[in-house]
C-alpha cells in the first residue's frame, strides 16, 4: 500500500513537469458557463427522464424513443449541433435480443445418471453468443479455477489443458494475493482478468463451447438477483456473432454449484481455495451439462445521442463526454405491484448532468478541441452502446483525447470530496485534481478499482482512450463520517430494482458540484494541445 502511494506521488510530480495547465480562457467567461449549471434544471432533467412515461427507458422500446427525443431536444437547446447519423443527433445501434425459454432444467449426468437439475432462474440464468431459435447443449463440464491466462502473472489456468468444446465452469473474480505474492493481480484490486466479460473472451479464445460462471455476492459483488433482471428474462448484444461464439453463457448460485460440489465429494470452499493456489490446472469434472433450450430473438436498433461543439483549433481531435440513459425497462410486478425500473440514480442522474455539463459548453467560448456529448444506449447490457460508438466515434480513437463518463450521480447531498474512477490511470488526474479544487473540493483516493470495468468508461479504455469516471466522495458537509456509507448503502437496495426511482425530496447540491467538476476538467482538456498519456504499465495504454 505504502509503495504503490510513493509511486503514485512519484508519477504525479512526473506528471506536473510534463503539463503545465495554461489558463488559455477568460475566467469571466467560464464563471458565467458553470452559473449555467443550475440545481433546477437537472431536477427537471432527472425526473423527466425517470418517469414512469419513460417506461424504464430499455433499448429499443418506446421508452427509449421518448428518453432520446428528450435528450436531442436539450442538446439542441445546449446550442450543440448533431453530431450522429445524417444531420441528426442520432446514432442508431443495431442490436440483437435473445429470450430463454428453456425446454427442461439444466441437467448434470454422470455415466447416463443425473446427478442433479437446476431450475431456470432460480438457480442459474443462461444465454447465448449465437442467434439461434434452438440451442441444445450437451457438454463435459472442465473446472477452470478463475479461467485465466495471463502471462503478465505468470498465471496460466489452462496450461496444458484441452478445453476445445468443452463447458469451463468458472469463478469470476481473480485468484486473492498471497503473502507470498501481495501484487498478485493488484491485490483488492479486482484486474480486468477478473471480470466476466473476460472469461467469456478467454473460453471464446480457447475453443470452449460454454462457460458456467459460479455467482457468490463476494466475488461478483452483487447479488444474484441483478444478474436475474439484467439477463435473465431476455439478454441484449450488438448483431455481430463474436469470433469463437459460446453456444452457453451461464452463471449459477453458489447454492446451486454448493450442491453440484456435494455430489462430486467437494464444497465450493474447498473449489475456491483449490482455484486460488498458484499452479492451479483445469480439470475435468467427470461430468456431462445438458440444456435445451428456445430462443425468441429479435432485432432492432438501440439509439445513441450525440451532439458536439466543434473545435476552433483543432477540430480534428475530440474529448468525449458519456453518460448512459438505458435502463432495464418493463419486468415483473415487485411486491408493491411496480413493474417499472425507473432507472433514477441508473442513469437519468448521469444523463442530467450531461446535459446541464453540455450548456455550459453553450454558453463558453469554442473550445479548441471538438467536444462530443454521447448519451449512449445498452450500457445494461455491457456497454454497448459505447463500444459501438468506439468502433463508430466522432472523432478517431486515437484522436480522442479524454472521456469523462458520468453515471449514478451523488444525489446525497454537497459533498466536501470526489473521486475520479480510474483517473489514477492516466494524466486525467491532474485535471481532476484542479478542476476538484477550484470547486473546494478535495479528490478522494479510487476506493473501487474494480468499479472502472462497469460503466461505459471502458469501452473507451479499451480503445486506449484515457477515461474517468466520475464517482461520488466520501465526505459530506455538516454530516457525520458515515454518513456516506449509510445513505448509499440505504439506496443501494434499489439498485436494478424497481425502487430506483426520482424522489423530490433528493437534494441536487451534489449533482450540481459533479457537473461542475467535469465541466472544469473537460473544458481545461478541450483547451490544451497536450495529448493526454495514460500512466507507464497501464495495460489502456498498450492499444494507444
Ligand atoms: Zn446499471
Redesign the pocket.
Given at each position: 500500500m505504502q509503495f504503490r502511494f510513493l509511486r503514485f506521488v512519484a508519477l504525479f510530480v512526473g506528471v506536473l513537469f510534463i503539463y503545465r495547465p495554461v489558463l488559455v480562457y477568460s475566467q469571466g467567461n467560464v464563471e458565467a458557463a458553470l452559473a449555467s449549471i443550475d440545481s433546477v434544471l437537472i431536477r427537471t432533467h432527472l425526473a423527466t427522464l425517470s418517469d414512469d412515461r419513460m417506461e424504464g427507458r430499455a433499448p429499443g422500446t418506446r421508452g427509449e424513443q421518448l428518453a432520446v427525443a428528450y435528450i436531442a431536444e436539450e442538446m439542441k437547446k445546449a446550442g450543440l449541433k448533431p453530431a450522429g447519423e445524417n444531420g441528426t443527433f442520432f446514432q442508431a445501434v443495431p442490436l440483437r435480443a435473445a429470450s430463454p425459454r428453456p425446454r427442461g432444467p439444466l441437467a448434470f449426468r454422470r455415466s447416463g445418471e443425473t446427478l442433479l437439475e437446476l431450475a431456470y432462474m432460480n438457480d442459474f440464468i443462461a444465454g447465448t453468443d449465437l442467434e439461434s431459435e434452438r440451442v441444445s447443449t450437451t457438454g463435459e463440464l472442465v473446472f477452470v479455477g478463475f479461467g485465466i491466462d495471463a502471462p503478465d502473472y505468470n498465471w496460466n489456468d489452462f496450461e496444458g489443458v484441452d478445453v476445445s468444446g468443452k463447458i469451463l465452469v468458472s469463478f469470476v473474480n481473480d485468484p486473492p494475493a498471497t503473502p507470498e505474492e501481495p501484487g498478485l493481480f493488484q491485490g483488492d484490486t479486482l484486474t480486468y482478468y477478473g471480470r466476466w466479460t473476460y472469461k467469456y473472451e478467454e473460453a471464446r479464445r480457447k475453443g470452449a463451447r460454454g462457460v458456467l460462471l459460479i455467482h457468490t455476492d463476494e466475488t461478483a459483488g452483487y447479488p444474484f438477483s441483478v444478474l436475474q433482471n439484467s439477463m435473465g428474462y431476455r439478454q441484449i448484444q450488438l448483431v455481430d456473432v463474436p469470433e469463437g461464439a459460446l453456444e452457453f453463457t451461464g452463471w449459477m448460485t453458489r447454492d446451486a454449484a454448493q450442491r453440484l460440489a456435494e455430489q462430486l465429494g467437494s464444497n465450493v470452499e474447498e473449489w475456491y481455495q483449490e482455484a486460488s493456489r498458484r499452479g492451479f490446472r483445469a480439470r475435468p469434472l467427470g461430468v456431462e451439462m445438458a440444456f435445451d433450450v428456445d430462443y425468441v430473438n429479435e432485432r432492432f436498433d438501440g439509439i445513441n445521442v450525440l451532439g458536439k461543439i466543434e473545435g476552433r483549433v483543432r477540430p480534428e481531435e475530440g474529448i468525449v463526454y458519456s453518460a448512459h440513459h438505458d435502463h432495464l425497462g418493463v419486468g415483473l410486478p415487485d411486491s408493491t405491484g411496480d413493474r417499472i425500473y425507473n432507472g433514477a440514480l441508473?442513469?437519468a442522474s448521469g444523463v442530467a448532468m450531461m446535459l446541464a455539463v453540455a450548456k455550459a459548453f453553450g454558453a463558453a467560448s469554442a473550445p479548441e478541441r471538438t467536444v462530443i456529448f454521447a448519451s449512449v444506449t445498452a450500457?445494461?447490457s455491457g456497454l454497448l452502446g459505447a463500444e459501438y460508438y468506439v468502433r463508430k466515434p466522432v472523432t478517431p480513437a486515437e484522436k480522442t483525447i479524454a472521456n469523462i463518463n458520468l453515471d449514478s450521480g451523488n444525489i446525497f447531498g454537497t459533498a466536501k470530496d470526489i473521486i475520479g474512477n480510474g483517473a489514477e490511470r492516466s494524466e486525467i488526474m491532474t485535471y481532476l485534481q484542479e478542476a476538484a479544487a477550484a470547486e473546494g473540493m478535495t479528490v478522494t483516493p479510487n476506493t473501487n478499482p474494480g468499479g472502472f470495468y462497469r460503466s461505459d468508461q471502458l469501452a473507451f479504455a479499451r480503445a486506449g482512450i484515457p477515461a474517468v469516471y466520475i464517482n461520488t466522495g466520501r465526505s459530506f458537509l455538516n454530516q457525520p463520517d458515515d454518513y456516506f456509507s449509510k445513505a448509499a448503502g440505504a439506496y443501494g437496495r434499489f439498485y436494478?430494482q424497481q425502487g430506483d426511482e426520482f424522489d423530490p425530496t433528493w437534494p441536487m447540491s451534489g449533482l450540481v458540484q459533479q457537473a461542475r467538476v467535469a465541466f472544469r476538467m473537460g473544458y481545461q482538456i478541450a483547451n490544451t494541445d497536450h495529448i493526454l498519456q495514460w500512466n507507464p504499465g497501464e495495460a489502456f495504454g498498450a492499444v494507444r
Open positions: 441508473d442513469n450500457e445494461e436494478h
